[in-house]
């Protein structure tokens, strides 16, 4: 009876489980504690084991006011679709929602929180467990090493005090889907100028699908980091010595190739994905007459290689 019950704990093999409750005298409650211990230090040991599969879980608040994105990577694509894994998953983004739900309150909502892997091992799963000792367990179960890399939430605006978050809505997508909310890859975008009727929403979800698709990595060319556009003009000048082009035509080279730069890494100025004649700002204005002109203030993209974060500048 023992076995079995902390075998369907923890899913750990069951020569550990006897070997944890032949040393604690067969006390099931210190018995699990110690597998969790075991869990821990064989994650330390696989540590070093490259871990480059996972998945992304996504969701909507149940009270609609913020969206959240977690990823936890894995060795192989084999665990990734297992349900312990899957399961590790949902249990981590539903612990980065329970404590970002005070958070609307506060006046930082409205902007987007990340959460680093040490901030996430200590979340609270339930009363008995925290996220770290969930992650030993499924390590432990699984026999591979995992990773907490990332989560991200991306707040409304207007919420604080109780005022209704009006005139805003939160899309989400995920590429390559093997569950509700979860995949490989993800986007959280918040639009504004829409309400939060179904057309709206909709709108939402397919600015989100561009995000995964053109990869941006800023909003709008004024929320370009001013080292970036140093680097990159720096750049530009280097080869436009080096091409030997006459230095009375760089301005005007330089110009153009900034225009360029931006279409490619910004949101608003790339072609969206579903129709290459117009730009997203483009799209979004003719999106639904009925909504009124709609922009986007912030998005949250998750790829296998890296989590990019990007919003308007008056929200830092």
């Given at each position: 009876?023992?076995?079995?019950?902390?075998?369907?704990?923890?899913?750990?093999?069951?020569?550990?489980?006897?070997?944890?409750?032949?040393?604690?005298?067969?006390?099931?409650?210190?018995?699990?504690?110690?597998?969790?211990?075991?869990?821990?230090?064989?994650?330390?040991?696989?540590?070093?084991?490259?871990?480059?599969?996972?998945?992304?879980?996504?969701?909507?608040?149940?009270?609609?006011?913020?969206?959240?994105?977690?990823?936890?990577?894995?060795e192989t694509d084999f665990v990734s679709r297992s349900d312990i894994?899957?399961?590790?998953?949902?249990?981590?983004?539903?612990?980065?929602?329970?404590?970002?739900?005070?958070?609307?309150?506060?006046?930082?909502?409205?902007?987007?929180?990340?959460?680093?892997?040490?901030?996430?091992?200590?979340?609270?799963?339930?009363?008995?467990?925290?996220?770290?000792?969930?992650?030993?367990?499924?390590?432990?179960?699984?026999?591979?090493?995992?990773?907490?890399?990332?989560?991200?939430?991306?707040?409304?605006?207007?919420?604080?005090?109780?005022?209704k978050p009006a005139d805003e809505v939160i899309g989400i997508y995920?590429?390559?889907?093997?569950?509700?909310?979860?995949?490989?890859?993800?986007?959280?975008?918040?639009?504004?100028?829409?309400?939060?009727?179904?057309?709206?929403?909709?709108?939402?979800?397919?600015?989100?699908?561009?995000?995964?698709?053109?990869?941006?990595?800023?909003?709008?060319?004024?929320?370009?980091?001013?080292?970036?556009?140093?680097?990159?003009?720096?750049?530009?000048r280097s080869q436009l010595a080096d091409q030997g082009k006459p230095?009375?035509?760089?301005?005007?080279?330089?110009?153009?190739?900034?225009?360029?730069?931006?279409?490619?890494?910004?949101?608003?100025?790339?072609?969206?994905?579903?129709?290459?004649?117009?730009?997203?700002?483009?799209?979004?204005?003719?999106?639904?007459?009925?909504?009124?002109?709609?922009?986007?203030?912030?998005?949250?993209?998750?790829?296998?290689?890296?989590?990019?974060?990007?919003?308007?500048?008056?929200?830092?």
């Amino acid at each position: 009876m023992y076995i079995s019950q902390l075998r369907k704990k923890t899913g750990a093999p069951l020569m550990d489980i006897k070997k944890a409750l032949t040393a604690t005298g067969y006390n099931v409650k210190t018995a699990l504690v110690e597998l969790r211990k075991c869990g821990l230090a064989a994650n330390r040991k696989k540590a070093g084991r490259e871990a480059t599969e996972g998945l992304v879980g996504v969701k909507i608040s149940e009270c609609n006011r913020f969206a959240a994105a977690v990823e936890i990577n894995t060795e192989t694509d084999f665990v990734s679709r297992s349900d312990i894994f899957q399961n590790l998953v949902k249990k981590v983004l539903a612990a980065v929602e329970m404590a970002s739900v005070p958070k609307i309150t506060r006046k930082s909502a409205g902007s987007v929180i990340e959460l680093s892997p040490s901030d996430l091992e200590t979340l609270p799963v339930n009363d008995n467990e925290h996220v770290g000792e969930a992650l030993a367990t499924a390590a432990m179960s699984l026999r591979e090493n995992i990773c907490l890399r990332k989560a991200c939430v991306l707040f409304k605006d207007n919420i604080t005090n109780g005022s209704k978050p009006a005139d805003e809505v939160i899309g989400i997508y995920v590429h390559g889907s093997i569950n509700h909310g979860l995949g490989r890859q993800a986007a959280l975008v918040k639009l504004k100028g829409g309400n939060a009727s179904t057309t709206s929403v909709a709108v939402a979800n397919k600015v989100a699908m561009h995000v995964v698709a053109a990869r941006p990595y800023f909003l709008e060319p004024s929320s370009v980091p001013l080292e970036v556009l140093d680097r990159e003009l720096s750049l530009m000048r280097s080869q436009l010595a080096d091409q030997g082009k006459p230095t009375k035509l760089f301005e005007k080279i330089l110009d153009g190739r900034m225009a360029k730069f931006y279409e490619e890494t910004c949101l608003v100025k790339q072609k969206f994905v579903l129709n290459d004649k117009k730009t997203v700002a483009e799209w979004l204005e003719g999106a639904d007459g009925s909504l009124g002109s709609l922009h986007v203030s912030a998005f949250v993209r998750i790829n296998p290689d890296e989590v990019v974060v990007a919003r308007l500048p008056d929200l830092d």
